[in-house]
């Protein structure tokens, strides 16, 4: 089971960017999904999830600029990003809670990071 994180790239102030996460593999069942980020010298946060029923949840940071969204049939998730600022610039990471057909114990699964830099 992996975790493929795509659409980061370098943006200017006020530029919008959409980040994609496909789960592949042996999966069972996707509770959730979600995003993180992590800036230089900071530890990684929320941003965003949203769960098997389409429940989302934001940081504060970004609600109202980001919108997560899912395609079950891709096993992938989605951030829309806009309006956006310098300090939202750092590594995103999507994760997965999850259980796969040979472990239907639930656990996190992690994308690789994929880097986000907004100039001003």
């Known amino acids: 089971v992996q975790l493929q994180a795509s659409g980061g790239g370098l943006v200017q102030l006020g530029g919008s960017l959409r980040l994609s996460c496909a789960a592949s593999?042996?999966?069972?069942?996707?509770?959730?999904m979600g995003w993180y980020r992590q800036a230089p010298e900071k530890q990684r946060e929320l941003v965003a999830t949203?769960?098997?029923?389409?429940?989302?949840a934001y940081a504060d940071s970004v609600k109202g600029r980001f919108t997560i969204s899912k395609d079950d049939n891709k096993n992938t998730v989605y951030l829309q990003m806009t309006a956006l600022k310098p300090e939202d610039t750092a590594v995103y990471y999507c994760?997965?809670?999850?259980?796969?057909?040979?472990?239907?114990?639930?656990?996190?699964?992690w994308g690789q990071g994929t880097q986000v830099t907004v100039s001003s």
């Open positions: 949203i769960t098997s029923a389409g429940s989302t």
């Open positions: 593999g042996r999966i069972f069942r996707i509770n959730s």
């Open positions: 994760k997965s809670e999850m259980s796969t057909v040979t472990n239907w114990s639930t656990r996190d699964y």
